[in-house]
């Protein structure tokens, strides 16, 4: 089963600030996924990659597969962008090397941006 | 709207009931999720469902029970022999099993007393 470890767990940060979120994973994926989660517990789904990097306005996603690494950047950070984001891999079998399909998540990192 | 909604938001059992959660979308997505989401964890699978009348135990499936009799429906129950109910559940969709993008509804959040 992967193992996916998120660090920081919790992150304090001044409005305006470069924002990095890292998560790392055990096994070999075939894409990973960043989601947002709202004080009010919605989730939605910011970025699926497999390789390289993805922008969205100011959120920048990038992954080493190499490394089993990724990366979640936001710039110039807003008090808006506080949330939980969480770093999610597909769950692989072992014996198979196949994926069954849904995700394994870490805990999630937990963003305040202060004005 | 092409959603997923999950009713109701707040719910209150007492202990020895079981309670259905509702999911609902109209995606026309084939996969079907429940996850349930506890202070300080990550999210944890409780079943999912690849196909009408089809669904398959996940990490923590022991105390609930699903169906999915419609494309668009996955309820989930949660049953009395579920040993700490109080939680957040969520309820997602994808197109399909695996390295797709995964959509969520908004959560109900179950107390038990």
């Known amino acids: 089963k992967n193992e996916v470890e998120q660090s920081p767990q919790n992150l304090t940060a001044q409005e305006g600030e470069f924002i990095t979120i890292n998560c790392s994973y055990s096994?070999?994926?075939?894409?990973l996924h960043w989601l947002q989660q709202h004080p009010g517990g919605g989730i939605v789904s910011l970025f699926m990659?497999?390789?390289g990097k993805k922008k969205h306005g100011r959120l920048i996603a990038t992954i080493n597969i190499q490394e089993k690494h990724s990366s979640l950047h936001i710039t110039a950070s807003h008090p808006r962008d506080s949330a939980v984001y969480i770093c999610?891999?597909?769950?692989?079998?072992?014996?198979?090397?196949?994926?069954?399909?849904?995700?394994?998540f870490g805990k999630g990192t937990k963003l305040s941006v202060k004005p | 709207d092409g959603g997923i909604t999950q009713s109701p938001k707040y719910l209150f059992r007492k202990e020895g009931q079981n309670v259905t959660l509702s999911c609902e979308q109209n995606l026309n997505h084939d996969a079907m999720y429940w996850y349930r989401q506890d202070p300080g964890q990550g999210l944890r699978l409780i079943y999912y469902?690849?196909?009408?009348?089809?669904?398959q135990k996940g990490d923590i499936a022991e105390g609930y029970s699903v169906s999915r009799e419609k494309k668009e429906s996955f309820p989930l129950t949660v049953t009395s022999a579920q040993k700490n109910p109080t939680a957040f559940y969520l309820c997602a969709s994808s197109p399909g099993l695996a390295d797709y993008e995964q959509y969520f509804g908004p959560g109900t959040r179950l107390t038990v007393t």
């Open positions: 999610a891999v597909p769950h692989v079998t072992m014996n198979y090397g196949g994926s069954q399909g849904n995700l394994i």
């Open positions: 990659l497999s390789s």
């Open positions: 469902s690849q196909i009408v009348n089809d669904f």
């Open positions: 096994v070999g994926i075939s894409a």
